[in-house]
Nanobody
Framework: QVQLVESGGGLVQPGGSLRLSCAASGSIFSVDIMGWYRQAPGKQRALVARITSGGSTNYADSVKGRFTISRDNAKNTVYLQMNSLKVEDSAVYYC??????????????WGQGTLVTVSS
């Protein structure tokens, strides 16, 4: 079974930091672009950041300069370092990617989501 497992969410005060992790596991041959999305109550899910297998990145304007996405290709893992957190960053964060399995199938995957709450 191929899946994404996220970790690292929680409660943090404004101005604080959190690091999210997301690991792809299972019968994986290769992992394509990896991304983080977030969904706040009453809002649509939106892209936060994404990174290619070669390390090229792009970010939502609202997080530029505060969040950093990175990946470890050997571990099929993507990270999101979130600094200078604001109340409006509170949301459920999801990772997403597309993988090629060892049986040459392409699967689009979503993690289960991890809650980030920024509050004093």
């Amino acid at each position: 079974q191929v899946q994404l497992v996220e970790s690292g969410g929680g409660l943090v005060q404004p101005g604080g930091s959190l690091r999210l992790s997301c690991a792809a596991s299972g019968s994986i041959f290769s992992v394509d672009i990896m991304g983080w999305y977030r969904q706040a109550p009453g809002k649509q899910r939106a892209l936060v950041a994404r990174i290619t297998s070669g390390g090229s990145t792009n970010y939502a304007d609202s997080v530029k300069g505060r969040f950093t996405i990175s990946r470890d290709n050997a571990k099929n893992t993507v990270y999101l370092q979130m600094n200078s957190l604001k109340v409006e960053d509170s949301a459920v964060y999801y990772c997403s990617t597309r993988v090629e399995t060892t049986t040459y199938r392409y699967l689009a995957l979503w993690g289960q989501g991890t809650l980030v709450t920024v509050s004093s």
